[in-house]
């Protein structure tokens, strides 16, 4: 499997209120994968959701290096939030 296909089955955890579950998927995408934008926006988001602020802050901004920077964007302003 490959990264966003890791990711995609974190976000449908994550969707159910698994949040273990997708925070180990999320990690697997990432081991394959350690840019994979999708794996770091969603895991931003996980950190958001938990109100961990300044992890949310760093891991969007590894993600703002990838291709999917505009929805790093928008979790990153939302931690500043």
Not at 64 to 70: N, P, Q, W, Y
């Amino acid at each position: 499997r490959n990264a966003v296909a890791w990711s995609n089955r974190a976000r449908h955890y994550w969707d159910r209120g698994d949040e273990s579950r997708a925070q180990a998927d999320l990690q697997r995408a990432l081991e394959l994968d350690a840019k994979c934008g999708t794996a770091l926006v969603l895991q931003g988001r996980l950190a958001l959701a938990t109100k961990r602020f300044e992890e949310a802050l760093k891991i969007c901004e590894t993600a703002l290096e990838t291709d999917a920077a505009a929805a790093a964007a928008s979790v990153r302003g939302d931690a500043y939030l």
